[in-house]
């Protein structure tokens, strides 16, 4: 199975400032259509997840344009580029091109 | 309003059986693939299983193959899970996720999860 990791497991932020997670995935995500199959999500404090960026850069709809990911073959980031209060939650990426699909353990992210 | 609703989750002996159920509205899953997500208490996200428009096409996560059986009836615009031969380690919060080609297969629709425990 293809694990992936993220660092780090927490972090704590300024409102304002900006913040990023890794994810690493031990097999490539690029697939030969082009591209590639790596995703967030949010889970919010007693929600269910909710997508933020699907095919590796792609904002999901009404996802604000703070958030971003990037990368490539088999290292991603996610970036906010200004946490604010409503971003707390589990973040958490996941690879859908070989099965199965797997998630990273998940970073939770407060606010200071 | 496009949602999913999950029902079916309970308290179930080791060895018992459990069938989940999930109802689209707002849409018909007819057009979509679907998949079900679990949460144990406190931990991450696993995927279980998912199933193409048909039901032809099935794949399910080792943990859960031979034991748990997906299907759906796109009639009724709905998916299910039939859970056998369930273990502690089955407690879950079971999420019914509807995955979107153009959106190259994002889950992008949750259901709100229905929670399974299991135990004596």
């Known amino acids: 199975d293809v694990v992936m990791t993220q660092t780090p497991l927490s972090l704590s932020v300024t409102p304002g400032q900006p913040a990023s997670i890794s994810c690493k995935s031990s097999q490539s995500l690029l697939h030969s259509d082009g591209k590639t199959y790596l995703y967030w999500y949010l889970q919010k404090p007693g929600q269910s997840p909710q997508l933020l960026i699907y095919a590796l850069s792609s904002r999901f709809s009404g996802v604000p344009d703070r958030f971003s990911g990037s990368g490539s073959v088999t290292d991603f980031t996610l970036k906010i580029s200004r946490v604010e209060a409503e971003d707390v939650g589990v973040y958490y990426c996941m690879q859908r091109l070989h099965l199965p699909f797997t998630f990273g353990p998940g970073t939770k992210v407060d606010i200071k | 309003q496009v949602q999913l609703v999950e029902s079916g989750g309970g308290l179930v002996k080791p060895g018992g059986s459990l069938r989940l159920s999930c109802t689209a509205s707002?849409?018909?899953?007819?057009?979509?693939?679907m998949t079900w997500i679990r949460q144990a208490p406190g931990k991450g996200l696993e995927w279980l299983s998912y199933?193409?428009?048909?039901?032809?096409?099935?794949y399910y996560a080792d943990s859960v193959k031979g034991r748990f059986t997906i299907s759906r009836d796109n009639a009724k615009n709905s998916l299910y899970l039939q859970m056998n031969s369930l273990r502690d380690e089955d407690t879950a919060i079971y999420y019914c996720?509807?995955?979107?080609?153009?959106?190259?297969?994002?889950?992008?629709?949750w259901g709100q999860g229905t929670m399974v425990t299991v135990s004596s």
């Open positions: 199933i193409n428009s048909s039901g032809r096409t099935i």
């Open positions: 707002g849409f018909s899953i007819i057009d979509y693939y």
């Open positions: 996720v509807r995955d979107d080609y153009m959106l190259s297969d994002a889950s992008d629709i």
